[in-house]
């Protein structure tokens, strides 16, 4: 089992920025990838980023190319996305997710094993 605890959501105005963690524990040493997904309301669950544990590999959805970006810090098998230029579009609940082992898609929701709580983002116009 794995868990994962989202962090740094909240209110922000448009042109703003936002830092969010992903710190999971557990079974943590059987990682392929670590993802971002948000939900607004009344829409599905859409990919956001992701990255390649082990290689550093990123991806990222064509939305928030160039403004947002995914990191990650091993050794606190924690997984970030800072968001730089906010737009009220990408007011969402921001959910983490671990998949863990390989997939030819990170891009799908349906790929990933264990997911977090999520975290609030608004973005005010």
């Known amino acids: 089992q794995v868990q994962l605890v989202e962090s740094g959501g909240g209110l922000v105005q448009a042109g703003g920025s936002l830092r969010l963690s992903c710190a999971a524990s557990?079974?943590?040493?059987?990682?392929?990838?670590r993802g971002w997904f948000r939900q607004a309301p009344g829409k599905e669950r859409e990919f956001v980023a992701a990255?390649?544990?082990?290689?550093?590999?990123?991806y990222y959805s064509n939305s928030v190319k160039g403004r947002f970006t995914i990191s990650r810090d091993n050794a606190k098998s924690t997984v970030y996305l800072q968001m730089n230029s906010l737009k009220p579009e990408d007011t969402a609940i921001y959910y983490c997710?671990?998949?863990?082992?390989?997939?030819?898609?990170?891009?799908?929701?349906?790929?990933?094993?264990?997911w977090g709580q999520g975290t609030q983002v608004t973005v005010s116009s």
């Open positions: 997710a671990v998949r863990e082992y390989y997939t030819s898609s990170v891009y799908s929701p349906a790929e990933y094993d264990y």
């Open positions: 990255i390649n544990w082990s290689g550093g590999n990123t």
């Open positions: 557990g079974r943590t040493f059987s990682t392929y990838a």
